[in-house]
């Protein structure tokens, strides 16, 4: 399977060519970052548990402490800044990353995220198309007033990756009281993670 630089890059290759591609999808590099390095390359320990920690504190009670999230921001080629996600396990040494998402905001223009995401969708359903592909909508657990909301697709492959193309609207509240906003995220991960997500407490 040939490197891909990032993923824009991979979108690109996906319209504009027709690669052949391996049955797993952890290839896939986020400016370099791709599934299964280390974080500890990119952040230190204490940030890392320091992110976990807040991140626990926002929400996801719903959910063992398996794994944690961790936020942060690279600069790419382009001098752009990457805003990115990962989930590792809080009690590994190494702190491998099982799932990357890449965050594009679209705060106060959900209209604008939704056609974004129907134009990602439509390229991958038409290059994935022997991947199961499922569309769900659902109110986020964290936000009892019901107005915080995620829009999936989701593209499920035989070894159990996933890729997940998702816009994400939040609750005024919650945007004020934790500084969120509403994004696009375009998210790969690992079988583990997927039955973690799978499986609330």
Not at 38 to 65: A, D, F, P, V, W
Not at 175 to 197: C, P
Request: aromatic content about 18%; some cysteine.
């Amino acid at each position: 399977m040939k490197k891909i630089p990032n993923v824009l890059i991979f979108l690109f290759f996906i319209f504009f060519f027709n690669p052949v591609f391996a049955a797993t999808l952890l290839d896939i590099d986020f400016n370099g970052i791709k599934i299964g390095d280390s974080l500890l390359s990119y952040m230190t320990k204490e940030e890392i548990l320091n992110e976990i920690e807040y991140n626990n504190s926002i929400g996801q009670h719903y959910l063992t402490r398996e794994f944690g999230e961790v936020y942060h921001e690279v600069i790419d080629s382009k001098n752009n800044i990457m805003h990115l996600a990962f989930y590792v396990k809080p009690n590994d040494k190494h702190f491998y990353i099982h799932f990357i998402r890449e965050i594009k905001i679209f705060d106060n223009d959900f209209d604008s995220c939704m056609k974004y995401r129907d134009k990602v969708d439509h390229l991958l359903k038409d290059y994935y198309y022997n991947a199961e592909r499922e569309e769900i909508s659902f109110n986020m657990d964290f936000d009892e007033s019901g107005r915080s909301q995620s829009h999936n697709i989701n593209f499920l492959f035989d070894s159990g990756d996933f890729i997940s193309i998702t816009c994400q609207k939040y609750s005024k509240l919650y945007k004020q009281e934790y500084n969120l906003v509403d994004q696009f995220n375009f998210a790969l991960g690992t079988k583990d993670i997927k039955m973690w997500f799978m499986n609330p407490i």
